[in-house]
């Protein structure tokens, strides 16, 4: 087996365990390459099929390109979709800063939808080299129903071994890619051909490396226009993957504010 080999299998090994001992599943769908990649596998893992709804959480701030690749990929793959829209920033904790108060609109969003629909898992396409706070995480993530983490708290995970029974009033995150790195993503993406938004590729020496809603990221500098030449680029870049998202460069603790109290 390959590597990318590996990596599919354990991630199919994890969406189907899910799919066996949880009931009452929902996949988040951010519709960047992290999330496309999971529904795809998931399609893999399913025989063509997304069992589950798939949940958008829309602040109404996406880029055009984002809406239009949902819109054609959701027809195209049959999927169940939810949009679930996200409370306004207004209604934001106010002692955040600005972008990361804009961040925290999905997750009043994702806690109105788990309090409405009761979902006992949610999958989410997060990886650990994303972010140091993700570097945390579990692959079956417990949390209250009000979302909130305790990164201090996670059960152990020895050899593919997870806890998928959980206390009543607990719902669980799985991240079925949780061992990718942005590199992986990118080699199965091209060896699979699995459809990508176009915002990824460079235009006039730009290119978003990791997409979020208009208002609080920005591409990065780049002549990368094709999936060569973006593997090639991230082969010897230092630069942050999400280097082009405001919150990330506003206080110390922002993120780890977010994903406490429930961001995903």
């Known amino acids: 087996m390959t590597d990318l080999d590996q990596l599919e299998s354990q991630s199919v090994y994890i969406l189907r365990e899910a799919f066996n001992k949880i009931d009452r ?4 769908w951010s519709i960047g390459k992290d999330s496309n990649v999971l529904l795809w596998l998931v399609r893999k893992a399913f025989f063509g099929k997304v069992p589950f709804p798939v949940v958008q959480l ?7 390109e984002v809406y239009e690749f949902r819109d054609v990929t959701a ?20 002692t955040l800063p600005p972008a990361t108060r804009a961040a925290a609109r999905k997750t009043e969003g994702l806690k109105a ?3 409405r629909e009761q979902y006992q898992g949610i999958f989410v396409g997060i990886r650990r080299d994303e972010q140091a706070t993700r570097a945390k995480e579990r692959v079956f993530s417990p949390r209250a129903l009000d ?6 708290d996670q059960p152990a995970e020895f ?7 959980f206390a009543e009033g607990t719902h669980v995150r799985i991240h079925p890619l949780l061992h990718w790195t942005e590199l992986d993503i990118w080699r199965y993406s091209k060896r699979e051909g699995i459809p990508i938004v176009p915002l990824y590729f460079a235009r006039d020496g730009k290119r978003y490396r990791s997409l979020g809603e208009k208002n609080i990221t920005f591409p990065v500098d780049s002549s990368a226009a094709n ?3 973006i593997i090639s680029e991230l082969e010897i870049t230092r630069t942050p993957e999400r280097a082009g998202r405001s919150m990330d460069n506003e206080t110390e603790d922002a993120f780890e504010r977010l994903r406490s109290s429930g961001y995903m």
């Open 227 to 229: 999936i060569d030449e």
């Open 159 to 165: 050899w593919d071994h997870y806890k998928t029974r």
């Open 75 to 94: 027809r195209d793959w049959d999927l169940d979709l939810v949009i679930e829209q996200c409370p306004p920033e207004s209604e934001m904790d106010p």
């Open 25 to 28: 599943l929902a996949l988040l």
């Open 58 to 64: 829309d602040t109404g701030m996406e880029l055009p």
């Open 147 to 152: 979302g909130v983490w305790d990164f201090k």
């Open 113 to 115: 939808l788990l309090k």
